[in-house]
Structures are given as structure tokens and as C-alpha cells.
């Protein structure tokens, strides 16, 4: 079979595409064998995509191993940030498709995943909710993968650590859902500022951790080495 040329070519709807084009004398077959293997293939990328995701510091942090304690600067308990870790996995990898294009007879491969529609992801349990007594949402896929310049009454609480003595000791023993910080008004904290969520969460390059994450070079070359195996 002739060389066959690997890119990676990100599109206005996907934040992790990889083209696969094969000369057009071979294309046919080539097609044919990855559209008759494409379960296989779907699977083995999903798998790879998601180890990439896990080994996120995001990820990590919100399992409770990695550089913050996203749990606590969520307010959510450690099952339910292990929960949105795992349902963030889940997504990814079910997201993989396999798909042929025949472009003025020359017939190629696309596998895509990771649409920029996170609509899904902000339906996974634990995606938001409203903290008490404040009622305020918490939106924190949101944060996660949309927007991450938070804006809880223009900031106006900051987060309270466990350690820090007094009354919020007290208080997050009490109402803490992770057991380690709950969120204060900065009015009952007697000074300025506001809450900023954790670097990690920020992303890079106008990217969210995930879009970043998945959408380097290595990663796609990755992807394209699981088709060429699974194709030959």
C-alpha cells in the first residue's frame, strides 16, 4: 500500500479532528478496512483519549491527587468531583467517530471527537448546583469548560480553607460538602478581593483544559498510529 499522509486539521465544530488521506489508488481499500473495523478502532482511541484526559492536572485535582483541591474549591463532596471526572472521561470517549469522505475521488478517513457543543457535559450529575443558604448556582462545568472568569455577585466571597481557625473551622465541619472549605461573603470576612478559580482551570491558548489537552500534535499522531495498525 502507497504512504499514507497523516495531518491534523481542526475544524470550526471540533477541537480534536485528524485527517487521514491515502493516495487515491489505494483509498478504496484503505477506507473499506477502517469503516469495516471502526468499532475496534473508536474503542482503542477512545481509550487513549480518555488516559490523556485522566493524566490532566484537572483531572487529577478533581480525584483528589493532583496540584488543588478542586473538590473543596467547588463545594462538592469527593464522590461527586470523582463522579464529574469520570463522567467527563465517559463522554470523551464515547464521543470518537469514524468516518469516509470521497473528495473528487479521492476517498479519506476522519476521525473526529471532542465536539465544541459541551451541552452534554453540563448534564453530567454535580455539572451545577445551588449553594445554601445563598442559593447561589455553582456552575461548575461551566467553569470547567466555558468560562472560567467566574462571577458569583461580582465576586463578592472568596473561599475559606479548613486550618484557618474560629468560626469557620466550625462552620466547615458543619456545612462543608468536601470537608475542607466552604465560600464566605468577603462582607463577614471583613476585607477585599474575591474568589478566582485555580490556574489549572483556565486553560491555555483561548482553550479549556480538555480542547487544549486533546488537540496537540502527540495526541493526534497517536490517534492515526491506532487507524494504521488496526487498517493494515
Given at each position: 500500500?502507497p504512504?499514507?499522509?497523516?495531518k491534523?486539521?481542526?475544524?470550526?465544530q471540533l477541537?480534536t479532528?485528524?485527517?487521514?488521506?491515502?493516495?487515491?489508488?489505494a483509498?478504496?481499500?484503505f477506507?473499506?478496512?477502517?469503516?469495516a473495523?471502526?468499532?475496534?478502532?473508536?474503542r482503542e482511541?477512545g481509550?487513549?483519549?480518555?488516559?490523556e484526559f485522566?493524566n490532566t492536572?484537572?483531572?487529577?485535582?478533581?480525584?483528589?491527587?493532583?496540584?488543588?483541591?478542586?473538590?473543596a474549591?467547588?463545594g462538592?463532596?469527593d464522590?461527586?468531583?470523582?463522579g464529574?471526572?469520570?463522567?467527563m472521561?465517559e463522554?470523551?470517549k464515547?464521543?470518537?467517530?469514524i468516518?469516509?469522505y470521497?473528495?473528487?475521488?479521492?476517498f479519506s478517513?476522519?476521525?473526529q471527537a471532542?465536539e465544541?457543543?459541551w451541552?452534554?457535559?453540563l448534564?453530567i450529575?454535580?455539572?451545577?448546583?445551588?449553594?445554601?443558604?445563598?442559593?447561589?448556582?455553582?456552575?461548575?462545568?461551566?467553569?470547567l469548560?466555558?468560562d472560567?472568569?467566574?462571577?458569583i455577585?461580582?465576586a463578592?466571597?472568596d473561599?475559606?480553607?479548613?486550618?484557618?481557625?474560629?468560626?469557620?473551622d466550625t462552620?466547615i465541619?458543619?456545612?462543608?460538602?468536601?470537608?475542607r472549605a466552604i465560600?464566605v461573603?468577603?462582607k463577614?470576612?471583613g476585607?477585599?478581593?474575591?474568589y478566582?478559580l485555580?490556574?489549572i482551570?483556565?486553560g491555555?491558548?483561548?482553550?479549556?483544559?480538555i480542547?487544549?489537552?486533546l488537540?496537540?500534535q502527540?495526541?493526534?499522531?497517536?490517534?492515526?498510529?491506532i487507524?494504521i495498525?488496526r487498517?493494515?
Amino acid at each position: 500500500m502507497p504512504g499514507i499522509i497523516i495531518k491534523l486539521e481542526p475544524s470550526a465544530q471540533l477541537s480534536t479532528q485528524l485527517f487521514n488521506g491515502a493516495k487515491k489508488s489505494a483509498s478504496n481499500v484503505f477506507v473499506r478496512r477502517a469503516i469495516a473495523g471502526s468499532v475496534t478502532i473508536s474503542r482503542e482511541i477512545g481509550e487513549m483519549l480518555v488516559n490523556e484526559f485522566n493524566n490532566t492536572d484537572v483531572a487529577k485535582s478533581l480525584r483528589g491527587g493532583g496540584s488543588e483541591d478542586l473538590a473543596a474549591h467547588f463545594g462538592l463532596s469527593d464522590s461527586r468531583a470523582y463522579g464529574l471526572a469520570d463522567g467527563m472521561a465517559e463522554l470523551i470517549k464515547s464521543s470518537v467517530r469514524i468516518l469516509s469522505y470521497n473528495i473528487a475521488g479521492f476517498f479519506s478517513i476522519r476521525i473526529q471527537a471532542i465536539e465544541r457543543d459541551w451541552s452534554k457535559y453540563l448534564d453530567i450529575p454535580g455539572a451545577e448546583y445551588p449553594s445554601h443558604p445563598s442559593d447561589i448556582i455553582i456552575p461548575v462545568m461551566k467553569w470547567l469548560l466555558i468560562d472560567p472568569n467566574i462571577d458569583i455577585g461580582q465576586a463578592a466571597y472568596d473561599i475559606v480553607f479548613k486550618g484557618s481557625g474560629g468560626q469557620f473551622d466550625t462552620r466547615i465541619q458543619q456545612v462543608s460538602r468536601s470537608g475542607r472549605a466552604i465560600m464566605v461573603s468577603l462582607k463577614a470576612l471583613g476585607g477585599s478581593g474575591g474568589y478566582v478559580l485555580p490556574a489549572i482551570v483556565r486553560g491555555q491558548l483561548g482553550q479549556n483544559f480538555i480542547e487544549y489537552t486533546l488537540g496537540q500534535q502527540e495526541v493526534a499522531k497517536k490517534a492515526a498510529e491506532i487507524l494504521i495498525k488496526r487498517v493494515r
